[in-house]
């Protein structure tokens, strides 16, 4: 996956998105486009270009929301959300978190016919902690 271009979004939209660690919903706004370069899983010489929201954590590095694990969808800015919607979605996305493989990053295809699509990218983030050299 490479980000091609990044351009405005001329009609800015929230994403929506479900943090499990405290239960609730979480709303990013996303006022840009990213041009993503993607590759068909199934060939890797075969790629196209998908226009992508994207939205931009505290620092203003920016990120496809689309690709996260937690990701429910992307609404108008003025539409109100009912959890109750998504509460088929946020059930799928606990059970996949808590069956979840150790590997570094699993990639979930959906297919169609003869037509296949990556359906989200799933990353496990490790932090490192801090280690006391000086000993």
Known sequence: MLILNI????????????????????FETADVIGLVELQNPDDLE???VVPMYMTSNTLGVYSLPQLAINFLEIIPL????????YLKQIKDIETLLKNLPNKDEVVEVETKGN???????????TS????DENK
Do not use: G, H, M
């Open 128 to 131: 490192e902690k801090p280690t």
């Open 46 to 48: 075969e790629v196209t």
């Open 7 to 26: 351009i405005p979004a001329q009609f800015p939209k929230r994403a929506v998105l479900y943090d499990a660690k405290n239960k609730q919903l979480i």
């Open 115 to 125: 037509i296949s699509r990556i359906k989200r990218i799933i990353k496990n983030v």
């Open 78 to 85: 003025n539409e109100t959300v009912d959890y109750s919607t």
